[in-house]
């Protein structure tokens, strides 16, 4: 066998082609930005949720066998041709495709009216799990709400929290319940005469004014008699328990790709470690089964992320543990990975200090490292989650600007000045230390536009159009084109940014065959450093000729 | 064509960036579009030869997960059904008052090296609404074939200030340790031919016995200025030593009629005062209340045994056991130096041999087993490494020496004995839960131990004497 056959004989087994931009192709299609997830379907069974046998399942029981079953690093699922999440049931994009006013940001999911505006409430039971006090209201116009409080020896920072981070969460595009903080008084409330308190087994009996004023004696109330709680509106439609972390709904035939592989999931792990939320679990997600609003006869299922009180450093604070947010709340990894040093290694969190501010958690920019966040349960989908999926999160959180992240903050009603100017801060400070991050570990280009002619491809550089970084000076683009059999069509070209980021390559030619299917491959040179290629894949539209982009992939 | 519109609106001309899409999503608005698995329109995908080959490990593990996932079953199993049928609060419901404050529950624990013990506790935290306490406790198996405790304690009835507290029981132990008296060497039972007499020859051998203690005991805890606090006590006890060890008894190969006590058990009355410095702090505020980091703990005794009808008992008991906590960095990497000394004034044959000073065991002198050593008076050094692990877990390295003497003017730096190991201790928020221990000594064995127990804590030095 000659030499020349040999390498073609391994170049094959190998799978590692001659040609730089490898194996993958596109169809030459318009991208999807919306799918279909919404065909009607009957109501899926309400999905049991066994907290002992889902901790013990998520650190070991399912954690052993999946290890085994050696899942390779796959990428996400759920994407479309350009790398993002398409519009489904999951996510919406909303900040991350286009421009949203302050209000929009500030308003969240909900109308903008203060429930507080429609009282007094009438209180129809008390809240079933999790320690802390709440009611099943219905206000004066019949809309339900559970009521939360924060804890009497910690008042503000759960409820504050929450709405900080379900604000944030929405615009990036998830689906989040309509939460608000309210102010009223003990007038306020009304006991039903069929109000019922349940216990933890689910047995029901009448609830009394003694029930209220027990629970009332366990939360703040401030001196004026002002009582700071947080409305949460009942979600439309029928709860069908939580996301499992892992597979899909059995009987949603929407739910076609496996939980732990959706980018929408695994991206969100870039989001939480920005906002610090840990307290990651499949009871703080819920599956709604929802009437379209279009047509009555038609439901499908919805997905929502809940429960966000213990953010922003919540768990961290009450819990006086400075490892969450690096750590499981039990690691093993950390664990033995300690235990050898003898304490010689100062871990990443042992720096961190709860800021002199009240009302704020354990929520601080220093010492944070946005690649080390752990959440304080293991969460499958965000063992999965890569480079990519976090920097598409992080395109879409480093959109927020400072006065749409200080409305949000607003919202909170932190009573402090100076605590809300702390989370305002904190929140913008960490969120350019998300991005800058993850932008590093991928070329950041974006934006991607192409002439009519398709002669000249524009592109942003985040990390230059947010001034992450400040490399203009030290920054150069290197571009290749190759046909669809991956030869080199000869074409190359060299750009460098503009004031905003932005940069243009041109001179394309896309060539007669195949309908002019191109790959341009963009490398990304800052001071020596090379960062890893873009590959665009461009072509003509059939019908009309005019070229566009039909794919991208990072590498 | 709905594609085609959302294609030239959003991405076809670049500029649609910032455009606002459609209010709502609903049915209609998606019909034509996909379904979810084929939205990224890859026609063909990069090969991976390393992807394209993980088939043949994965086929070679394939028995093994299935082998585990058969394994881990029943503890999915019996984990749904803790959570099923809410075996926490159940058992909460069913054996303790709505306030938690009264309760009859099972307990149950793995004495090691001895089994399990399983038996009932009754308990009442507040019975005359200042904190009183009563605690009952019965139970059976393990090292104690019979084990009955009570106590009641005043609470805050005295203030914050004085705490009394009378606390009595009755024990069967059928297989204690005894290794005879002195820091001899141990031989195996095999090599013995004839009895040894324990008052003149310190040879040690494995062996056991069995004790029925009854004992009652009223004490006055007061706290007096800062840190220090003074303990007043007085104990009656009543040990029998007549009957039969379950195996290896000691009868067999010690002349135990030369102990004092042995045949007609032992009598005796125990007045004791306790002074204890306590300033251990915790090194910061993320770290458990349960460990401490820098500050002193001293600890000194002084009682009276007096022993009536055949107990020769009448001697002093003298103990100063003194722990410095040193903060190495951080404030959870703790440098933990101990001394102590344990001594009584009696001749060996008028003080019960379970009176006298021991060493050895998961406490005092670590590596070693439970009572290894005992006679007249006993020293002990300790040097102790503890670092966090994580925030519920620490982990700590230590080597302990120590001997023990016939008296006192005996003391001398030779035939120390000594123990290494270390371990792991668990602990939450505010409280130590348990710990592994792994331990040897330069004698040999390895003894690993669960225990529920701190090695420093300061209550269970309190109970031991």
New interface residues.
Partial sequence: MSGRALLLLVTA?????ASPV??????N????????????IPRPAERSY????YF??AY??RR??RA???R?GRRA??????DEV???TWF??RIG???MSVDEVRRGPGTGEDPARFTPWTIKGTKVGGASVGFIIKDTRGVKYLLKFDEKSNPVMETAADIIVQRLLHACGYNVPEDNIVHFKRSDLRVARDAVVRD??GNKRPMTQKDLEDNLARIHIGPDGAIRGMTSRFLEGVPLGGIAIEGTRPDDP?D??PHDMRRDLRGLSAIYAWLQQTDVKEANTLDMWVT????PG?H?VKHYQIDFGMALGGTGYT??????GF?H???VK??LL??PT??LW?RPW?DIE?PAVPEVGLYTAEGYRPELYTPSFPYYPFYEADRFDSFWAAKILIRFTPEQIRAVVDEARYSEARSAEHMARTLIERQRMTARYWFNQVNPLD????SDDGARL?FDDLTLRHRLEPVRGITSYHARAFDHGGRPTGWRDTALPGEAGRACLTGIRLPAERQGYSIVRVVTRRGGRTLPPVHLHLAREPRSGRP????LRRY | MR??L??VL??????A?????PA?????????????????????????????L?WV??LA?YV??RA??LV?EP??AA??V???F?IP?RFKEAFFNESGTFGIFPVAFVDTGFGLNAGLRLMHSDMFGAGESLLLRASFGGRYQQFYSASIDSGRRLGNRFKLKLRGGYEVGPQDAFYGIGNGDQVSRDQVTQRVDPLVDDTAISTQYRKDLAYAKLSLEAKLIRHTKATVSVEGRYQDFSRPADEADFNNYYLVNRLAGIEQGTYDVYPQLRLTFDNRQTGH??MSEAMSARGFYLNGWLGYAKGFRTDPSNHLRYAADLQWFID???G??VLILRLLLDGVTADLDKIPFVDLPDLGGPLLLRGYPIDRFRDRVATLGSVE?Q???????T?Y?FIDTGRVWRSLEDFAFERFRMGFGGG?MAHS?TSFLARVQLASSIDGGLFVSFSLDPVYDTRTREEAK
Avoid: H
């Avoid at chain 1, 066994?50 to 046998?53: G, M, R, V």
């Avoid at chain 2, 084929?38 to 991976?48: K, N, P, W």
């Fill in positions: 087994a190998t799978g590692c082609a490898g194996q993958l192709r596109f169809v299609r318009p991208v999807v930005w919306r799918v279909n997830d919404r065909r009607p066994a907290q002992f046998l013990n399942d070991v029981l052993v066998p085994l079953e050696l390779s699922m759920g994407v479309n041709a350009m398409p519009d489904s919406v994009n495709r286009r421009a933890t087994f929407n076609r790709i379209d609003p279009a047509d038609v499908y819990g006086k543990s400075r490892q969450v750590a709340a039990t690691d950390y664990l300690t235990l003898f304490g100062v042992e709860q934006g991607f536009t192409l524009c566009r982009i039909i794919g | 594609w085609t959302v294609w959003l991405v076809g001309g670049g500029a960036w910032g455009q606002t899409p709502t999503l609903d049915a209609r608005a998606v019909a034509d579009a996909p379904p979810p698995e084929r939205s990224d329109g890859v026609a063909s995908e990069d090969e991976s030869l390393a992807r394209d993980l490990p994965r593990l093994p997960r585990i996932e881990f503890l999915r984990s749904f803790w959570d099923r809410r609060e505020a993320y190495v960095l951080r959870d990497r490494y670092y966090n692990l994580t925030f519920q877990t982990a390295v792991i928020r």
